[in-house]
């Protein structure tokens, strides 16, 4: 075992990880591409660190990863690796590809190698409701973002602009952005990218509208969560798809056999770190049969990697994406919840057997520019504050998240109910008073209050069960913030009863 734990720590040495994210890589990493099979038992936690002589609480780190996203079980006789059916083997084994080229030319029939037919003009923007703030779901705390470190570091890449630069910049961004970005989601989310695969975009939106109109045509089926974001909706419908909506349950999104025997899609559209609204975690188990299905249907997998960068129990989860090479995913990241929403910028990073079709329909759509900005976003994430920026939220947000819910259970007890969230920056509630969640919702604004009513996220399907409840923001709201909050909405719900 500990031949493929090093070989494995070979390939991942140029990430310059920490000695606890190297182990985990390389266990995660020989147990998908079945160097380790199915009940093995690892070594203990006190006896591989003194064989690799590195300290015990690094392959505890390890060990607490894999158990958290299921590569392994603890049993009173030790940590024992899953049944986890590797689906690196599709593209690790090369050789064995090229042995089988008749049933390759006959699977390629269905694998996503072309684009849509048509790429039609951008839907119209949608604008974001104005007026009511509190509680509102997806703003961050804007209050404590580092604006002195981030003025300073545009005014640097201001001075140095040229001439050329005032002009029209590459529709893809800045290299040195582009760059900044791969490297970045390499170490930080698993993601098997380089540079030249990273498209910057205008945000999450933009993203999944270019999508929506690249990698499928009208008419043809795209999954999305149920109940889900609706401006994935939105860009779907804009690009005339057929909507099915897929149910949702405490392990994410929850397809089942007659889905894909009767209605194969062309598109999958999901937020697997953080769903929205309900903020669950799909599991690993669904995660790898849903790149085996997808492969097998000829699907392409939009990857909305929501929130995952603000995981309040423990590391953000590895992305579906870096799961093997290859994956049929398009893998879309923002800047707006992590940084602040007027920056208005988000990449999506695109299959490698894609990129040069991608980056023509690209540069026909987009027009690039903000060069400076561009710049002084790569000089963020490069100089390390992007990634202390991000620490600090996360302690911020576990505070605010943990008093939101301490003034939940103070004024609403009985009427509400908290929802399991691992992180992001809102919580999702169970409205158990006997009222409609819009109709709380509408009373709620004229108090000041921004609710975001669960029903408004679900499609009419006859397997979705009913959500009344609400989305409720905390990135904005300190504890006492929260408890006067809380105490104003019992008063609304208790006046309805």
Known sequence: MMAAYERKARTSVQRRLTQQDL?????????????????????????????????RNSVLYAYERLLEEGFITATRHGSVVNDVKSVAAHTSGRTAVAAESAESAESAENAPRTLSRRVRQLPPRHAY??????????????????????????ERAQRELSPEDLSYGASAGIPALRQAIAQYVRVSRGVRCQPDQVFITEGTQESLDLCARFFADAGERVWIENPGYLGARVAMQAASLELVPIPVDAAGMAAREEHWREAPPRLIYLTPSHQYPLGCVLSLERRLALIERAR????????????????????????????????????LGTFSKTLFPALRMGFMIVPRQVVEQVDMAHRTLVRQGRVADQRALADFIESGRYARHLRRMRKLYLARRDGLVAAIDKHLCGLMTVSADAGGMHLSVRLDAPLDDVAVSEAAREHGLALSPLSAYRLEAPDTAPYNGF?????????????????????VVRAML
Do not use: K, N
């Open 23 to 55: 182990l985990y890589e390389s266990l995660r990493r020989a147990i998908l591409d079945g160097d380790i099979v199915r009940g093995t038992r690892l070594a203990s936690s006190r006896a591989l660190a003194e064989e690799m002589s590195i300290a």
């Open 129 to 154: 409701r104005a007026g009511v703030t509190a509680l509102r779901p997806g703003v961050p705390a804007l209050d404590a973002f580092p604006l002195a470190q981030w003025r300073s570091t545009l």
């Open 296 to 331: 097998a249907c000829g699907a392409w997998i939009i990857e909305d990697d929501y929130d995952s960068e603000l995981r309040h129990d423990g590391p953000p989860l590895p992305s579906i994406q870096g799961l093997a090479d290859d994956t049929p995913v398009i893998y």
């Open 471 to 491: 989305l409720l923001g905390y990135a904005e709201a300190t504890p006492e913030d929260s408890d006067a909050l809380m105490a104003t909405l019992a008063r």
